[in-house]
């Protein structure tokens, strides 16, 4: 399993000079320490194979793991890894890749459809308007605000979800 860990800690359970000093400079937290032991667990059991996953972030009652991977490896068969690590976190888990923008939005809010993205000009600056149908809205894992600051966070463009 590739993570933000080296697997000797992941294993160990002990972190090395190294990735004491990532988690020092907040380049990883402890969220992703244990998602990545939860991983290794799960990989251990043949839940998961080849899994990578770059950050695991905490935004309300949601944990969003970034990857530049396959998405559909962490998420498993019929979703049963996501259920496993949400069971074990105790919070909603999201799995978005992060390789393009489009895709990073369509995992975030999926099983909701995106129906637009519009780039808005402002003042301030520009901003991406990311459109979802009043009747998805009920889709959304969990509240608007919430799912726009995990774009934000993900992304390095100012997002707003807008149901219509």
């Known amino acids: 399993m590739k993570g933000p860990l080296c697997e000797e800690c992941i294993k160990s ?17 402890e969220l992703d320490i244990e998602v990545a032991r939860l991983l290794y667990k799960l990989e251990k059991r043949d839940l998961v194979r080849g899994a990578s996953f770059e950050r ?3 935004i309300g009652n949601l944990i969003v793991i970034s990857t530049k991977g396959r998405v559909g490896t962490l998420v498993g068969k019929g979703g049963r890894v996501v259920r496993l ?25 999926s099983p909701a459809k995106i129906q637009g993205i519009n780039i808005v000009y ?3 600056g520009e901003q991406t308007k990311v ?26 463009r100012t997002i707003v979800l807008e149901v219509k």
């Open 13 to 29: 359970g002990v972190l090395c000079e190294e990735c004491s000093k990532k988690l020092e400079n907040k380049e990883i937290s």
């Open 56 to 58: 695991a972030h905490l």
């Open 85 to 109: 690590l949400s069971h074990e976190l105790n919070k909603k888990v999201r799995v978005v890749s992060v390789s393009n923008m489009k895709s990073m939005l369509a995992d975030l809010i």
């Open 122 to 124: 402002k003042p301030s």
């Open 131 to 156: 459109i979802i149908s009043h009747e998805d809205k009920y889709k959304l894992i969990a509240p608007r605000e919430t799912l726009e600051k995990a774009a934000n966070l993900l992304s390095d």
